[in-house]
């Protein structure tokens, strides 16, 4: 069964740095684009960072550009998210996400909520 | 950077009903388009992808269409369990893909 798990969310002052991991199984996790969705408190899904399935692309949502990196340990199945900078509008649920064979996104984890807020 | 906007952003509608949901593009995408369906407190779930391929396991009243910049998420039958909010998400930029502001179906 596939399955991404995120955790490392929290309350964090603006302008600090949270972490965030996700521990994937069920597949073989090194064959596979990996993707951040956020999404704020009452709000719509928001696409944040993508990363190619060995690490040669990344991408991200210009609003993240700069303070946000996403990486992957292939060999721990796992991906995260570095987060610098931290701003109120950062504020929402994280999503782990897997991508498909065919441009779509599969699997989603529950997610973990990131506030930031003094 | 490729925007989608999707219309409308709110219908109410009964069981039964046929509901179609729209999805534009700001320039070509051809079908690399995809609908997901999010019920509360749940995380977004895949209906269709490539526009019009029926993801595993969804019912068949859930079909797309469309190609280039419009696309059509079409329930023909609505039931109980699909009163819920639709994101359209659009995957021709490689690893940056962005998602429609959502429509929510209420019930009538």
Known sequence: EVQVVESGGGLVQPGRSLRLSCAASGFTFDDYAMHWVRQAPGKGLEWVAGISWNSGSMAYVD???????????????????????????????????????????????????????? | DIQMTQSPSSLSASVGDRVTITCRANQSISTFLNWYQQNPGKAPKLLIYAASSLQSGVPSRFSGSGSGTDFTLTISSLQPEDFATYYCQQSYSTLTWTFGHGTKVEVK
Request: aromatic letters at 14%; proline letters at 2%; hydrophobic letters at 30%.
């Open chain 1, 63 to 118: 609003s993240v550009k700069g303070r946000f990196t996403i990486s992957r340990d292939n060999a721990k199945n796992s991906l995260y998210l570095q987060m610098n900078g931290l701003r109120a509008e950062d504020t929402a649920l994280y999503y782990c996400v897997k991508e498909g064979p065919s441009e779509f996104f599969d699997y989603w984890g529950q997610g973990t909520l990131v506030t930031v807020s003094s």
